[in-house]
């Protein structure tokens, strides 16, 4: 059973970053494809940002250009930088991970529990 635990969430005024950190336990292989998303009050959950082993990123518009994902040394450990953090950056961010995918179908997925990130203005 692979799990993912995060670290980093806090409180920050407008304009200052953070770090998020998640590890990935339970496999001896490497998970394909990991990142970030997001879920703010009321809202749905959303994408942040991923980044797959082959180093291949995605992310939202909102945060382009001020969030960064990366991949660490260790294996199935991802991080979040984010820079310049607003308001409507605060929200609960959950680490996400997703096995390639086969002729059969979509790749397992999997989350973490969430860590609370709070901009202050």
């Known amino acids: 059973q692979v799990q993912l635990v995060e670290s980093g969430g806090g409180l920050v005024q407008a304009g200052g970053s953070l770090r998020l950190s998640c590890v990935a336990s339970g496999t001896d292989y490497s998970v394909w494809q990991m990142g970030w998303y997001r879920q703010a009050p009321g809202m749905p959950r959303e994408l942040v940002a991923t980044?797959?082993?082959?180093?291949?990123?995605d992310f939202a518009d909102s945060v382009k250009g001020r969030f960064t994902v990366s991949r660490g040394s260790a294996r199935n450990t991802v991080f979040l930088q984010m820079n310049d953090l607003k308001p409507v950056d605060t929200a609960i961010y959950y680490c996400?991970?997703?096995?390639?995918?086969?002729?059969?179908?979509?790749?397992?997925?999997?989350w973490g529990q969430g860590t609370q990130v709070n901009v202050s203005s």
């Open positions: 996400y991970g997703q096995e390639l995918g086969t002729e059969r179908g979509r790749g397992a997925e999997y």
């Open positions: 980044v797959t082993t082959g180093g291949r990123t």
